[in-house]
């Protein structure tokens, strides 16, 4: 049993509290937000204390882990006050958008050493896994091509845009992670292409809302990866796996397996998942079971501070890209 | 928030302990089954205290509601004390084998204003339930035909078949019951055809292990069932329903949406749920919603005593079709 | 090569004949219709000459072949003239509605040895012919039980309802003989339900629009058909053989293999073919494949006189279910 | 009726001259080939006459149209002969593998007034079509992004690789026009990730194997390619566009619409086509009634020269942008 403490009950982070309060082997017992109003939601759904101040959680020696879901900004500082205070860390993704600051925070978590692990929750996709883990297990013999489609419904809010750090570090980081983990090798190259297509929000503060992007390996496998801030179809998440013997892929879901035929309609389905919070409610429960199962074994978490830094490193060579209208060989020394 | 009874704690009882355990308005008090180990196993899962006899959860005021998944033929008197006890009562099907016992026990009932409900979860299968609302809802036109595919992965053992009381009274009470929630008209003729076409321990004990069936409604209505007590594939369970408008089918399940191709396999999908314990894992937890919530607000619950009474009068009328190379006219009187 | 004489030029006279006339190994020789506009449509787009009657098809020593796609009660008298000039004979279906005319063609076919093949078209179609294979290869184990499902998209008018000899006769006539392909064992018991639901021509004719039909081998093997004689969404032709070791289906088809997502729509693929034409347009053509291939080698035609008769024999009996109300036990004698 | 001659008697030659011979609007006159016995083959199979040299051919007033499948060094040579014997001229792609050969033939072009439709089949495709259909009528919005999956079944011999100019000028080509066609704007950036990760014999020769493109037009609008010379799991050919208002895209085929289901597989389909003869056989017959089409009413062909020198500026490009490690801009002048 974990005793957690989570900081930040935004959309995410109150997701998080439900997904502890109900874990068996979770005990959700503090909640931080500087919000009190989101904190105090949080509290009476789930009998979590309400936090006045991070300190009052990291000096509670009754809390073992804690959950990062505040803003980007705060992420790296949480970090280092969590790990001083010897708590194992679930960090939301992106650690920051700055490298700088990544590293700053990698050079300081050498001093301790707890368990942190980031959170890159599509791994943990059963129909996803199935993939990386065919590419991996020689299912489909050895991997040469992987493809990443990620669409999401709809673009964000200006609000969202102006601290949410360009496209490629918000959302494509994401796809850049799930391509490290089928490809199970470092990217060596990086190019992009990348436009703003139809968001007028974005158009005004120069942000994109399409890309694609090309990786290969020092090996020669290649990666492809395509995004679109809006789908109408809703959250399109699918994930293609090429190997000397075959092919896998991981295809949208529905809620249900009814399909439907009338004079206007052959083999309908279902619509996808709206966002997120519905597409992965599996991936997100088994991630603290992993990141749980971590701590109490002593195993290093699966998707290590590192699978942050370098997600965040391809992302920012796929900008350098977008701007020299180069291939990008990337260094992540 | 309903105080439960679990009467039987074997391969259902024990799912049902679980799902109670967890369920955010339930709280499982005592388990009670005949085999103390059983009841044991649960207790220790659950934190639900161990009943030694019926009498004592019957008579503890706390409790709200029973769960009732002992052995078929205690069924009937269960839910006659449970009744006497003034509590709610969620039967597993069927009621009972014999129409008589199941005439008595309402009769019984008259005397007491409990809520019951017939443990037909198929009912709150979100994929089948869209097949009825769309029947029900002019989604699909005027309703004009029902067909259901019902498989079991593999034959029961000899002990399960003696005790059954009949396949079409064990395992297609489950397709009389979902015939009728889509008909929503009563069936007034029943034909059939079965045999004993694969299961050598069937044809010792002279039980079918094949039916098909065909029903119609006074209206005019078809229903077709067909039946296996195996498939290699796994739990085969479809639902279709054709009206003046459309056709909607509920098509099987899997545990992913991956897809495989190589040089033997085009399209192959993960397999099907084993049986119904994984396939119907959603349909379960909706049934005790329901039923939490009818006894909660004082509404009916939507699966009647009445219901478990018409599929097992159905189930007799089909052994009569066999018997008699007739199509039989049923009566519910 | 041989020269074919088509009998017959309404709407599957026509496509019969283009199917002719593009034929490697046919040429369209001659083309006879009561109506003369039709027989010169024909004429006109393939080559053929047009004949005044019958006889001088008859006579004329070049022709090898007549393809009969005359209205049905012409069948039996067009076969046997054909025979008595030494002509190979397909003749589409149904031989005769009446099983007396049908006895009686047939006896006087035994004083001739002219190879003769009854239009059961979908016996060739490429996906239900697999789902034969499958069953009688072992691919599927032993074959248990077979499902037809079998939907036209709209109801015929008056006239075709007056002279097509009822449903069973007309439209579920194709769906035994698709029975007896799979099952590859005689049926031995017929039981039915069947009403109509939607129609009002056939209500006001006292015809069925829908139909639901149990049958069973001696050897125990199952085998439902449903048919509708409209359906919104187009030609629906379904087929499904269970064995002892696994499930083979045949889904529906669609011209293309586009997919649709939008706002409203998942995964619509297009529309079903319109009807029989457009469904079985290879079938039709390996139909006449196989029926070239028989005459020219001498074997037997792979869709006999005898199942052409048998099929009738098990709409007469499904008749019989519905006026009776018991299942009926078929004599082919 | 068109008169046909057709250049090269091999492998597609061969499908050519069978498609013209049951055309109804064509007749084909005449089949040369370097190789006599490949055209003797086609002159037994087709009723036409067997040229001995092009000369014969050219100077037949009786041809109206010449096929040109024969080996791409001749082709230029053969359209100009062609252009100046006043014939139509249907040619396979590619036009050369050098640009400077194609622009030479454009200028030579410039004097005559033949039409002349290079041999892009994919535009053919019935599924595909319906796919740049939606992206050009508004049915998917405004086109945003095109993904262009297109993968042989295995790698040609080494001496295919010897002539055939690169992957990307002769495999890719196909794709850099089917992205034309779809995108329905010039494309302006060029960008592109390939490497040898499977076949000794391209390792041997310095050939490429694997290779991914991303593209962009002018207005921004993206599309992706995904090559590989081999996909045990037969001839993988999808087409996918997304737009403001949907998403389309065009599935591979199988040649029945049989599913399978046992111990072992779920859904198992027919396997995928085995290569383009198999997959595009719609579209090569759609393709010669188009260009009869073109030629009898005057029309400009539905693909044009330009068509044909643009997909290979565009594989120069790709290539380009793989030597330079440079995203290319494209210069169409």
Redesign the interface.
Known sequence: MLNFALFGAGRIGKMHARNLA?HPKAKLRWVYDINPEASQAVGQETEAQIAQDVETILSDAQVNAVLIATSTDTHADLIVQSAKAGKAILCEKPIDLSIERVDWCRDQLQSYSVPIQIGFNRRFD??HR??AQ?AQSGE???L??V?I?S?DPSPPPKEYYLVAGGMLRDMTIHDFDLARFVLNEEVT?V????????DPVAQEIDELD???????TAR?????I?N?R?????Y?QRLEA?G????????????????????N????????PEFFIERYTQAYLDQIDSFIEAVESGNPPSVTYEDGRRALILANAAYQ?LES???ITVSYA
Request: net charge positive.
């Open positions: 109900s059963p129909s199935k993939v065919a489909i013999g050895e040469e091509q493809i489609s669409r190259k190019t992009a292409l990348a436009g703003t297509l139809f399409s890309a694609m992007i090309l990786m290969q020669g496998k290649l990666c492809h395509n679109s809006h789908a109408t179809y809703g399109d090429h000397s013997q075959g092919m896998i892929r991981s295809e949208n879901q529905q809620a249900t397996t009814v399909e439907r035929f009338n004079a309609e052959t083999y309908r389905r279902d619509p996808l890209s209208g180069k291939t």
